[in-house]
């Protein structure tokens, strides 16, 4: 069953072509994603109404996007303003329109409603301004996973030093055994922290991150689909959020959004394909293992996960996430 009634990330905008529509399915939705020459966003069911295409085939003219196997046109809600066969003195039936989406455009991206709109205006959006101001790269991923897993692992403390100890290694910092204060805060659908972690890089990423004893570490998890990862160095910053939702009944994506503050700023492309090449291979890393468990669960047929004293943050989590799953089931089940 899906997680409905929430506002997802659809895109950023620098993936909107003025030319070219865009595919996305989510949550076992086919949509199509335009933007017209006025800059207004559409989000859609992938279905042309006619002949039963899709729309993502066609291309983008004007204020519409126009179907490509005979040329009708349609706003961003979804109604059809031109039939180019059509009698000049006839209308356009009523029926000439396709589904559409609620739209929001906010931190430089697109985000749309799946579920009962009903809900849409009392449900809000992650705090996530850094999009607003921040350099970034972005990357997706599709992969057979567990969602609840998915959506643990970045803010997952431990498993930094372990899973990537050969991309990152020490620079974000290490944690060591013992009890770690992660000043949790948290509400029915998010949680917050703040930790430190020992600064144990190598000389040269001290001498260009600086040499504090520790690093602040901040992370988040925003019900039901981001998390972020948030590494406060003395003099410089990086922020790792990840997006991720059901594509279907199989498939996860993850987008994750790197931005920066302060780092290669002489070299703003170089700073660029740094953080897009350490980004990936950080996902690739963290891939391993999601899809790994998700294999071992399909194989051995176990899902007994343990919790330790050490796991706090895991421990705030699960309790979100199994309130808020049960919760959105019978929202879903009484509509
Ligand atoms: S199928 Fe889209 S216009 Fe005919
Ligand atoms: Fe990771």
Known sequence: MYIENKWYLACLQEELD????????MLGRELVIFKNSKGE????????????VNLSLGYIHGEHIKCAYHGWEFDTKGICKNIPSLPVDKPIPNVCKINSYRVRTDYKSVWVFIGDEKYADSEGLPPMTEMDSLPRVYNYHYFKADLKLVAESLI????INHVHRNSIGTFMGNLHAGQVDFNVKKGNDW????????????????????????????????????????????????????????VDEETVCMCQITLWDNIFKTLPPFARWFMHRK?????????????????VK???????????PSDEITF??????????????????SE
């Open 191 to 246: 949680l917050t922290g703040t930790y430190e972690r020992m600064n144990e890089g190598s000389f040269w990423e001290k001498l260009y991150f600086g040499f504090t004893k520790t690093i602040r570490t901040h992370f988040g998890f925003w019900f039901p689909h981001t998390s972020k990862l948030d590494i406060e160095f003395p003099k410089r910053r990086m922020i790792i959020y990840e997006h991720f939702y059901a």
């Open 41 to 52: 966003i559409g989000v859609m069911e992938d279905r042309c109404c006619h002949r039963n």
């Open 156 to 159: 997952d403390a431990y498993h």
């Open 298 to 308: 399909a194989r051995t047929g176990k899902t007994d996960l343990l919790v330790t």
């Open 316 to 333: 705030e989590f699960t309790r979100i996430w199994n309130a808020q799953t049960a919760t959105n089931a019978t929202n879903s089940v």
């Open 18 to 25: 003025v030319q070219n529509p865009l595919k996305k399915k």
């Open 279 to 295: 980004s990936v291979t950080i996902v690739e890393e963290d891939l391993t293992f999601l899809e790994n468990s998700f294999e």
